[in-house]
């Protein structure tokens, strides 16, 4: 079994950021360890409050990873002040590693700001070049190139802005579109794109995080790019198909939903 590293914000109600990924880890046949880089007050209506770790609390378990385990891809999530992006790429560039998802979550979806407005241009600086695939979806594009973004060749244009930032393939998600949720890849030369309809749902807590972790597996998996985010696709589509009615506000995807479906558990 391969290990896969997600380096990412704590959610309390369980429906995004680590406790997501390690969800999102053991449903796709990995094993999931985490570097926890802050902690949240959230429920599904909004985030409340964050405390971020201390960076040497982050570093540290960094070091504990890398010096014990093998590692077969890392999530980088939230990541909200610079001196943790500047500590995480420090540890990544140390140890040389390359398999790096990054989901650069910057605002949630109850609008509370995730990354500190002033850490933007570290995260682009820093984490960016090292990526091997990153995966804004439409506003955190916009925030990264400083342009509007409202169709798929405003997508493709972004796409390509990033890429010359430094990463080594971009997928720009299309959640936000108006119509349907086509994600577009680009790998420096070509273009990807992965449509899917929209679903009728409000309970999309996570989905970004929960992409992103998929994506990490497969790549840990040893499946190329192309092949683990199509996978990473169809898995985040059932997994919001079969979305879960939780709290007041905006439920969680279904991580578990094809295991519960197995074990002959009636789950939606």
Same mark, same amino acid.
């Given at each position: 079994?391969?290990?896969?590293?997600?380096?990412?914000?704590?959610?309390?109600?369980?429906?995004?950021?680590?406790?997501?990924?390690?969800?999102?880890?053991?449903?796709?046949?990995?094993?999931?360890?985490?570097?926890?880089?802050?902690?949240?007050?959230?429920?599904?209506?909004?985030?409340?409050?964050?405390?971020?770790?201390?960076? @040497?609390?982050? +570093? /540290?378990?960094?070091?504990?990873?890398?010096?014990?385990?093998?590692?077969?891809? %890392? !999530?980088? $999530?939230?990541?909200?002040?610079?001196?943790?992006?500047?500590?995480?790429?420090?540890?990544?560039?140390?140890?040389?590693?390359?398999?790096?998802?990054?989901?650069?979550?910057?605002?949630?979806?109850?609008?509370?700001?995730?990354?500190?407005?002033?850490?933007?241009?570290?995260?682009?600086?820093?984490?960016?070049?090292?990526?091997?695939?990153?995966?804004?979806?439409?506003?955190?594009?916009?925030?990264?190139?400083?342009?509007?973004?409202?169709?798929?060749? @405003?997508?493709? +244009? /972004?796409?390509?802005?990033?890429?010359?930032?430094?990463?080594?393939?971009?997928? %720009? !998600?299309? $959640?936000?579109?108006?119509?349907?949720?086509?994600?577009?890849?680009?790998?420096?030369?070509?273009?990807?794109?992965?449509?899917?309809?929209?679903?009728?749902?409000?309970?999309?807590?996570?989905?970004?995080?929960?992409?992103?972790?998929?994506?990490?597996?497969?790549?840990?998996?040893?499946?190329?790019?192309?092949?683990?985010?199509?996978?990473?696709?169809?898995?985040?589509?059932?997994?919001?198909?079969?979305?879960?009615?939780?709290?007041?506000?905006?439920?969680?995807?279904?991580?578990?939903?094809?295991?519960?479906?197995?074990?002959?558990?009636?789950?939606?």
């Amino acid at each position: 079994m391969k290990n896969v590293l997600t380096i990412a914000g704590s959610d309390s109600c369980g429906g995004a950021g680590i406790q997501a990924d390690l969800k999102t880890f053991c449903a796709n046949g990995t094993y999931g360890m985490s570097v926890i880089t802050a902690i949240t007050a959230q429920n599904t209506t909004g985030v409340f409050a964050i405390q971020d770790i201390d960076v @040497d609390i982050v +570093k /540290a378990q960094i070091d504990a990873i890398f010096t014990d385990i093998e590692v077969g891809a %890392v !999530k980088i $999530g939230m990541v909200s002040v610079s001196d943790t992006i500047n500590a995480i790429a420090d540890k990544l560039t140390e140890y040389n590693f390359k398999n790096i998802i990054l989901d650069p979550v910057m605002i949630s979806k109850s609008g509370f700001n995730l990354l500190n407005p002033n850490a933007k241009a570290t995260l682009i600086k820093r984490l960016i070049p090292l990526a091997l695939v990153i995966t804004p979806n439409i506003p955190e594009a916009e925030a990264i190139t400083s342009m509007s973004i409202k169709n798929i060749d @405003d997508m493709k +244009k /972004a796409a390509e802005l990033i890429y010359s930032m430094g990463a080594k393939y971009v997928l %720009v !998600k299309g $959640g936000h579109l108006e119509d349907d949720a086509t994600d577009i890849l680009f790998d420096g030369k070509e273009f990807t794109m992965y449509p899917m309809g929209r679903i009728d749902t409000k309970n999309t807590h996570g989905t970004g995080c929960t992409f992103s972790s998929a994506i990490a597996a497969n790549i840990a998996k040893g499946q190329n790019v192309k092949e683990a985010v199509k996978n990473a696709k169809e898995y985040i589509t059932e997994a919001i198909l079969h979305s879960i009615e939780l709290g007041k506000g905006v439920g969680p995807t279904n991580h578990f939903y094809s295991l519960y479906k197995k074990a002959g558990l009636d789950v939606q």
